[in-house]
Each structure stands twice: as structure tokens, then as C-alpha cells.
């Protein structure tokens, strides 16, 4: 399992947007290989036996097993008990994400989380060195007044990226955001607790192996990259489907 300290200059080299087909692979093989070392794990031999451990279960329901369905959650937006999840792993410096915030998520959230059908959580997974971290905290510390949505809103909104998210920005975007208190926002965005949290969505990011941004698990499918909405409306419906005959 990749370490938490893992540098994210070392990240931000990886390719911004890779293909469906590899994202699926790196993410059931970057499973598998977390289950297989884990010392949970079962199928681990004792010592000296010389077997070699195998995956605990189908890697699609582990990734499933990722969604955390706390009502609580200032990160997610929809019914704890909706029947679809997608779990979004995002920056606010990648311009994919950004695209995928203005163009898709909002139709997403007006057609189905409206009705009850999608959830989205969202893990922040910054990879584009300190300033997208610093987003990234202060993205949670907004949250922590309800603001999160809004907030992701400003922050994705067309020219917000290229104006940096050195501490002063990130103070305005919190204004625009209306976080009512500004003051508990800056100690929220450089205490412990934000840390904590982007380092638990950090790990669990590599622990799968997601290697670029957006990327998303809906009820545990792999999607790679800002794809059409049509891409996400489709595989919505048959996670739907498949979610009404179990």
C-alpha cells in the first residue's frame, strides 16, 4: 500500500487523463496487491508455509465496499441509501475536473440526485503539489460550515485555477462561497483534522490505484477521465437496474 507520505510533486508528473481500459486495470491490480499484503487479508498463509495469499474477494465489490454512506458526510450530496453511488476523486488545480464540475456533475445532481437515484462523494485527491493540498483542505474546512457545494463551485468555475490557491485566494473563494465564518474557516483549513482527512482520501486513492484526476467509481465500475454525460447517464441506468434485482 503506497505510503501516506507519498510525494505529490512525484504524482503530478502522471498523465492527466488515461483510458478506461487501464484505469480498470490499475485499480482491481492496485486492489488485489493491497488484499494480497494486507495482514488481514484472508488467504494468508502462516509463516514458513510458503503460500502465496490470494485477494479476499471480487475487487468490483471491495471498490463497491469504498462507498461510505455516512449522512454526515459535508462531502457527498444525496440519500445515504441511494440505490447508485459515484465516488469522485478530484483536484481543483486539473482542468478535467473543473470541466466535469461545470459541464456534467450539475446535470448529474439536477436529473438524479434530485430524485433519490445518485449520492456522490466526493474524495479530494490532490496531485498537483501544495496548492492543490491547500485547495483540497480548504475545500474540507468549508465544509465544515456546509459550504463545501459552494465552494466546489467557485473554486472549479471558469478562470478560478489559473489565479493560484495561495492562502489570500483561498480566503476569497471562501467569501464567494458565503462561509459565514471566516475566521474558524482559516483555523479549519490549517488544523489537524483537514489534514487527516485529505490524507484518508489520499490513501485510499493510491491503496486502489488511481493515477490521474477525475476519476470516479460508480457502485464500483471504474470511469477514468471527464467523459460525456451520456457516458455517466448510461452507466447510472444499469447500476440502477442491477441495483433493483439484488
Not at 486492489?31 to 490470494?54: F, K, M, R
Request: charged fraction near 25%; proline fraction near 5%; include cysteine.
Amino acid at each position: 500500500m503506497p505510503s501516506s507520505k507519498k510525494s505529490t510533486k512525484k504524482s503530478s508528473t502522471k498523465p492527466l487523463l488515461i483510458s478506461a481500459g487501464v484505469a480498470l486495470a490499475a485499480i482491481t491490480l492496485g486492489l488485489v496487491s493491497w488484499q494480497a499484503t494486507s495482514p488481514n487479508g484472508a488467504g494468508s498463509a502462516g509463516a514458513g508455509s510458503g503460500a502465496v495469499a490470494a485477494p479476499r474477494t471480487d475487487p468490483a465489490a471491495e471498490l463497491k465496499a469504498l462507498a461510505r454512506r455516512e449522512s454526515g458526510d459535508k462531502l457527498a450530496v444525496g440519500r445515504a441509501d441511494a440505490p447508485v453511488v459515484l465516488i469522485e476523486y478530484s483536484d481543483f488545480k486539473c482542468g478535467y475536473c473543473g470541466k466535469f464540475a461545470r459541464d456534467t456533475e450539475p446535470e448529474l445532481v439536477k436529473k438524479y440526485v434530485a430524485d433519490g437515484t445518485l449520492r456522490i462523494e466526493w474524495r479530494n485527491f490532490p496531485i498537483f503539489g501544495a496548492e492543490s493540498e491547500a485547495a483540497a483542505k480548504a475545500a474540507w474546512a468549508a465544509g465544515q460550515q456546509d459550504r463545501f457545494d459552494a465552494f466546489h463551485a467557485a473554486a472549479y468555475a471558469g478562470g478560478s485555477k489559473e489565479k493560484g490557491f495561495a492562502e489570500s485566494r483561498l480566503v476569497e473563494l471562501a467569501r464567494e462561497a458565503a462561509v459565514p465564518d471566516l475566521e474558524r474557516f482559516k483555523a479549519d483549513m490549517a488544523g489537524e483534522q483537514a489534514a487527516a482527512a485529505l490524507q484518508k482520501d489520499q490513501e485510499e486513492g493510491y491503496r486502489i490505484g488511481v493515477t490521474s484526476t477525475p476519476s470516479f467509481l460508480l457502485n464500483g465500475r471504474p470511469i477514468a477521465g471527464a467523459q460525456p454525460l451520456d457516458t455517466f447517464t448510461a452507466a447510472i441506468a444499469k447500476a440502477k437496474a442491477e441495483a433493483a434485482k439484488q
